[in-house]
């Protein structure tokens, strides 16, 4: 790890517990729409088992690049069709604001002392799926210490393919392993060190709650395994 | 201004001192090369010289995109040459570091004390034709506190086309009336202000020394004018 200039953070999940926090604003809203027998959570993840499928269309060609926003906005419709509700019946107002509960994202305890410490010695910037003005909203809101926004919408590429990883490596000047992916998820990594990029694994063991299956241990030898960014930061000597 | 949510800044004489950064670092490069009787100031004078046509090559269509850090390097050989020196005959490790300097340029002194107001109300970045990593370096050499880096690289266009400011507002999911440009400079302000941004006017009355001829004063009624950060976050209430 001793050429790592730039520390690139996959996010929901890695940084911010994405699905208490869309539970957190869902549950209202179902409550307001005669929903209430919904269970939020299972509705946040209901609404999130529609990201890949919705990124997948833009990685193989089949649409162009659209920003995740419009993503999330097309999937919180279907995830409520599924639930019985009709969409077109609500202020579209309304879904816009609850569509931005993926703007409002808490991160989890050990982000902002230990990216505190990282932020020191290494470019610290997003790399995700998330669009600008989403990390923006969240970092200003969460007091996240971002030295610049990248990700999919920079580079106009979703992870995992590629361009992702690569164009951002070329945006900073500095070759593949001066760049680590720091990410909970092993096929993220995966992807990132098939570029060229040294890994980093975090454990979020409840990113999915406390039935989580996945993504538990780390499934290749990564450059450095950490239980939270606390350890992250001293494992990297800061 | 009331419906303003991002201040987004020109960053070359608004926000940094080019000039003097510029020739604090090629003074020392011009004496190790048999070049001291060239005054660095008018050496830095020079290599700036050559940006607006540079760029202008991209903005007229005729050379694709590319990065200003590409554009500083390829006008730097060019003003050797003006000078007598052969580019060829110096390692081009040397160059590079010297193409570096404007990664290295100092705020004003009442820009981080200003954008320390100002970002406690407002959503603050560069809308600059610097490119990525070069924004973000200086930023991270300065303190200086963006909540994100935005500018010509993200949206493939140089200032001050239309796509430039356009493109940026659609970036932030705002409509154009929410976003305030910050610049020392007239012309930037014109074209935002024809792309429906909201403009403020800060004087830089020595970007190009003692002797400064233009941008002395506001050439519009802009929506703000103000003489340096400190004065533009009391006119903005923060």
Same mark, same amino acid.
């Given at each position: 790890?001793?050429?790592?200039?730039?520390?690139?953070?996959?996010?929901?999940?890695?940084?911010?517990?994405?699905?208490?926090?869309?539970?957190?604003?869902?549950?209202?809203?179902?409550?307001?729409?005669?929903?209430?027998?919904?269970?939020?959570?299972?509705?946040?993840?209901?609404?999130?088992?529609?990201?890949?499928?919705?990124?997948?269309?833009?990685?193989?060609?089949?649409?162009?690049?659209?920003?995740?926003?419009?993503?999330?906005? +097309?999937?919180?419709?279907? /995830?409520?069709?599924?639930?019985?509700?009709?969409?077109?019946?609500?202020?579209?107002? +309304?879904?816009?604001?609850?569509?931005?509960?993926?703007?409002?994202?808490?991160?989890?305890?050990?982000?902002?002392?230990?990216?505190?410490?990282?932020?020191?010695?290494?470019?610290?910037?997003?790399?995700?799926?998330?669009?600008?003005?989403?990390?923006?909203?969240?970092?200003?809101?969460?007091?996240?210490?971002?030295?610049?926004?990248?990700? /999919?919408?920079?580079?106009? /590429?979703?992870?995992?393919?590629?361009?992702?990883?690569?164009?951002?490596?070329?945006?900073?000047?500095?070759?593949?392993?001066?760049?680590?992916?720091?990410?909970?998820?092993?096929?993220?990594?995966?992807?990132?060190?098939?570029?060229?990029?040294?890994? /980093?694994?975090?454990?979020?063991?409840? +990113?999915?709650?406390?039935?989580?299956?996945?993504?538990?241990?780390?499934?290749?030898?990564?450059?450095?395994?950490?239980?939270?960014?606390? +350890?992250?930061?001293?494992?990297?000597?800061?």
């Amino acid at each position: 790890m001793e050429h790592v200039r730039a520390l690139l953070f996959d996010v929901f999940g890695t940084v911010v517990d994405w699905r208490q926090g869309v539970a957190s604003r869902a549950g209202p809203f179902l409550a307001r729409h005669s929903a209430s027998a919904v269970d939020a959570t299972l509705f946040a993840d209901a609404w999130r088992k529609r990201y890949q499928p919705a990124m997948e269309a833009v990685r193989s060609g089949q649409r162009p690049f659209v920003r995740l926003d419009v993503l999330h906005r +097309e999937n919180l419709e279907a /995830a409520l069709a599924e639930i019985g509700i009709d969409a077109a019946s609500i202020d579209p107002a +309304e879904l816009d604001e609850l569509n931005l509960a993926w703007h409002r994202l808490d991160p989890w305890p050990d982000v902002l002392p230990g990216l505190a410490r990282l932020r020191q010695k290494f470019i610290v910037a997003p790399l995700s799926n998330g669009n600008i003005i989403l990390m923006l909203d969240m970092a200003k809101r969460a007091g996240i210490p971002w030295d610049a926004i990248l990700g /999919a919408e920079v580079v106009q /590429a979703y992870k995992p393919t590629p361009q992702a990883y690569l164009r951002t490596v070329d945006l900073l000047g500095m070759r593949p392993e001066q760049v680590c992916l720091v990410a909970a998820h092993n096929n993220d990594l995966a992807a990132a060190r098939a570029c060229g990029l040294k890994t /980093a694994f975090v454990l979020r063991p409840t +990113e999915h709650g406390p039935q989580q299956t996945s993504d538990l241990q780390p499934e290749q030898a990564w450059d450095v395994v950490a239980g939270d960014f606390g +350890e992250l930061a001293g494992a990297l000597g800061v």
